[in-house]
């Protein structure tokens, strides 16, 4: 059984920057995409960023276009989200998912990591 987990949320102030990781662990690894996504308090969870696992190919959300950057560490199963130039509206729990081979959809998720930008 594939697990995620994140880690590197924490408090920072608006400005500044925070990298968050992802480690998949379990059964040999195989995914067509990683990606991160966040839920504000009182709003629906809402894509960030992906990768995909074979060619690197990454797309993000408007919002986070030029600020945040997705990476991926192919031997160590472990995604990256370096998010720059944060603000108020970056606060949210960051979860990391996984789309695996033959899903039509992200079937993976973590615990999520909270991240908290102060003005």
């Known amino acids: 059984q594939v697990q995620l987990v994140e880690s590197g949320g924490g408090l920072v102030q608006a400005g500044g920057s925070l990298r968050l990781s992802c480690e998949a662990s379990g059964r040999p690894f195989s995914s067509y995409a990683m990606g991160w996504f966040r839920q504000a308090p009182g709003k629906e969870r809402e894509f960030v960023a992906s990768?995909?696992?074979?060619?690197?190919?990454?797309y993000y959300a408007d919002s986070v276009k030029g600020r945040f950057t997705i990476s991926r560490h192919r031997i160590k199963n472990m995604i990256y989200l370096q998010m720059n130039s944060l603000n108020s509206e970056d606060t949210a729990v960051y979860y990391c998912a996984a789309q695996t081979i033959g899903a039509s959809e992200y079937n993976k998720w973590g615990q999520g990591t909270q991240v908290t930008v102060s003005s």
């Open positions: 990768i995909r696992w074979s060619g690197g190919s990454t």
